[in-house]
């Protein structure tokens, strides 16, 4: 199982160089950052850009793996994002994984002036949103009109330094979601099941968390492709065993255990925030980082 982090974009580059270095040396698999424009209690704080914050990391470490969880169609155009993103791909020499989904209802949902779209619609536009960018990301020359994405005569040359192209990795866990990410996905993603956040139990997060992955490989299977193909990724933090993984080593373990019997290949521990729902010993956080991998071979 691969431990990987993700660093909130709240930090001037003086400071946030030393973080994502930081990471890199504590031996994360990957450092991502969140593609919002701001988010839930940060509003009112420093919140920088994903692309431009990627593009800095990249230049500020060597081979640790960078990427979004996630980016959405909430303020995103597929024809300027593959730009974006075949830039960032040739900055990093090939290390970036685009963490995508629907989006939601927080501030990058009326951001731009719109009304917030209905799950139908999210959903509608996510289903449009995938294949295209896919398809800028492989192609030299796309053409495409659409329900609501359109490009003409896109050039994206000379494409992704990874061929075909940067890897996707698809959070999703409705039907229509978990078919885009058994057809264009190198890797899923989850938070688990959000209903069980308040009030469920670590117990019923596992049981639900089974369900997806089995919904996942019948999606698999619909197109003839193997479930195990697909990496399986935790972004932790949203069950409800809340921060107490990171309490310590042990607690680690045992919670990553639980989640690797289920498949999962990946987890995303968040990099401490004092004062915010991240917040978390910086110790315990990085003998997490340095000793858990091994542990969980």
């Not at 950052?33 to 914050?53: C, E, I, K, M, Q």
């Not at 992955?213 to 065993?241: N, Q, S, Y």
């Amino acid at each position: 199982m691969r431990l990987s982090t993700v660093i909130l974009p709240i930090h001037r580059w003086g400071e946030g160089q030393r973080v994502w270095q930081r990471a890199e040396d504590l031996g994360f698999h990957a450092s991502y950052t969140y593609d919002h424009l701001s988010w839930r209690t940060f509003r009112d704080g420093p919140w920088f850009g994903a692309v431009p914050t990627l593009t800095a990391a990249a230049t500020a470490t060597q081979s640790m793996r960078l990427g979004t969880l996630v980016t959405s169609p909430n303020f995103r155009h597929p024809v300027t994002l593959a730009k974006e993103l075949i830039s960032l791909d040739d900055v990093s020499d090939g290390r970036v994984t685009l963490g995508i989904g629907a989006g939601g209802t927080g501030f990058d949902a009326t951001a731009l002036g719109q009304e917030p779209w209905t799950p139908r619609e999210r959903a509608d536009r996510f289903g449009e949103f995938v294949p295209l960018l896919d398809r800028l990301l492989t192609e030299d020359s796309v053409s495409y009109k659409g329900d609501f994405y359109s490009a003409h005569e896109a050039r994206d040359i000379p494409g992704c330094v990874q061929r075909p192209r940067l890897p996707f990795a698809v959070a999703a866990t409705g039907p229509r979601g978990l078919k885009l990410a058994a057809r264009y996905g190198q890797a899923w993603v989850t938070t688990g099941d959000p209903k069980l956040f308040e009030n469920g139990t670590p117990e019923q997060s596992v049981h639900a968390m089974r369900g997806q992955v089995d919904k996942l490989a019948d999606a698999c299977a619909g197109i003839g492709r193997a479930a195990a193909e697909i990496d399986k990724i935790l972004l932790t933090g949203f069950t409800p065993d809340r921060g107490r993984p990171l309490e310590s080593l042990g607690a680690f373990v045992d919670f990553a255990g639980r989640h690797q019997e289920l498949g999962f290949t990946d987890l995303v521990i968040h990099w401490p925030i004092p004062d915010s729902d991240f917040a978390a010993d910086e110790k315990v956080f990085e003998q997490i980082a340095m000793e858990a991998p091994t542990q969980l071979r």
